[in-house]
Antibody
Framework: QITLKESGPTLVKPTQTLTLTCTFS??????????VGWIRQPPGKALEWLAL???????RYSPSLKSRLTITKDTSKNQVVLTMTNMDPVDTATYYC????????????????????WGQGTLVTVSS | DIQMTQSPSSVSASVGDRVTITCRAS??????LAWYQQKPGKAPKLLIY???SLQSGVPSRFSGSGSGTDFTLTISSLQPEDFATYYC??????????FGGGTKVEIK
């Protein structure tokens, strides 16, 4: 059974750095084709993908936020950490971590990575 | 960057109705598209991947179709538990994994 849970501060001040930890179980982040991603959702708004780290330590970031994001993994602890610098009130959102794996189409060809297990999310408010 | 545009932004329907939601990509993404369902206060749930493949455990009333730039999610007979917001997500254009703006399915 795959589970993920986000942890971190619920309130940060503008300009501070946010550090969120995703602790997971039921899979290994050293397994080929597996990744863990971060997605956020401002109140009442749509989902926004932030970052993804793969089993081989390859890392991908949203281009619009790349300069502010860092994603790392600790395979031995089953944890993935996301840091976001220079927080602003517009960064107020529920932050989710999610298990990603490579899916294949009916012909057996790779069809991309999708998020099939999600954490419950953690609401982070940015306010002075 | 690839943009994903969903329509309509909301739809009112009754139990038993057939509901169709559209997602359009700003450029071709082959079949690299997923659909998620999100209920209030909950995390999204993967319904469809690779445009038309049903995720394990998802009811067969959900189906997806399309390739290239135009995709649809169809709920063949809307059930009370299907009232939620639905998002598409493209996985073709690295490094971006873009979500659509969402479609809220409401009770008529």
């Amino acid at each position: 059974q795959i589970t993920l849970k986000e942890s971190g501060p619920t309130l940060v001040k503008p300009t501070q750095t946010l550090t969120l930890t995703c602790t997971f179980s039921g899979f290994s982040l050293s397994t080929s084709g597996v990744g863990v991603g971060w997605i956020r959702q401002p109140p009442g708004k749509a989902l926004e993908w932030l970052a993804l780290i793969y089993w081989d330590d390859d890392k991908r970031y949203s281009p619009s936020l790349k300069s502010r994001l860092t994603i790392t993994k600790d395979t031995s602890k089953n944890q993935v950490v996301l840091t976001m610098t220079n927080m602003d009130p517009v960064d107020t959102a529920t932050y989710y971590c999610a298990h990603a794996r490579r899916y294949y189409d009916s012909s057996g060809y790779s069809a991309g990575y999708y998020f099939d297990y999600w954490g419950q999310g953690t609401l982070v408010t940015v306010s002075s | 960057d690839i943009q994903m545009t969903q329509s309509p932004s909301s739809v009112s329907a009754s139990v038993g109705d057939r509901v169709t939601i559209t997602c359009r990509a700003s450029q071709g993404i082959s079949s690299w598209l997923a659909w998620y369902q999100q209920k209030p206060g909950k995390a999204p749930k993967l319904l469809i991947y690779a445009a038309s493949s049903l995720q394990s455990g998802v009811p067969s009333r959900f189906s997806g179709s399309g390739s290239g730039t135009d995709f649809t999610l169809t709920i063949s007979s809307l059930q009370p538990e299907d009232f939620a917001t639905y998002y598409c997500q493209q996985a073709n254009s690295f490094p971006m994994l873009t979500f659509g703006g969402g479609t809220k399915v409401e009770i008529k």
